[in-house]
């Protein structure tokens, strides 16, 4: 059983009470399953509470949290072996069949990403996080993360342009 370990469980607990839909959003990128999702996202719950004493900053919570939810992700993923699609971004039904096709693109590219790459694009556009906040969730540098994210762009406007 979980025991409060120090003052960052309460800080913790709400956090995942308070963003409960984005930590699930975010492990559905990496699976594209919605119980597969929901598995990873109460492992790393369970995981981020037993292991609470180790954060050392309350400021580091989401960082700390996502970092968790990426490494469950690619073991889950490694562990099954599956190819796994980018998460749906929000195909609203009102949408033209011209924004749903660039948006099937859009998701085709990023999936042909390497997996650093799509973590930063995914974190950063999708979960709209700070450079300096990715920097902390996959420990590396702020210079390390931009030069990857710059690349990825950089990709995606060739793979892009090449189904044009």
Do not use: P
Not at 98 to 110: K, T, V
């Amino acid at each position: 059983m979980i025991r409060r370990k120090n003052k960052n469980y309460d800080e913790l607990v709400k956090y995942i009470t308070d963003n409960q839909e984005s930590l699930y959003r975010f492990a559905y990128t990496y699976v594209k399953d919605q119980q597969e999702a929901l598995d990873i996202v109460q492992e790393s719950i369970y995981k981020a509470l037993s292991s609470i004493n180790t954060l050392k900053k309350s400021e580091n919570i989401k960082a700390w949290l996502y970092r968790i939810i990426i490494n469950t992700s690619i073991n889950h993923i490694r562990k099954n072996k599956r190819i796994l699609l980018i998460d749906e971004m929000n195909d609203k039904s009102e949408c033209e069949e011209d924004n749903l096709d660039r948006n099937i693109d859009l998701r085709e590219a990023i999936e042909k990403l390497d997996e650093n790459q799509k973590t930063i694009v995914v974190l950063r556009y999708f979960e709209d996080m700070k450079i300096e906040d990715i920097a902390k969730t996959i420990d590396c540098n702020i210079s390390t993360v931009k030069s990857r994210l710059y690349t990825a762009l950089d990709k995606l406007k060739i793979i892009m342009g090449e189904g044009v």
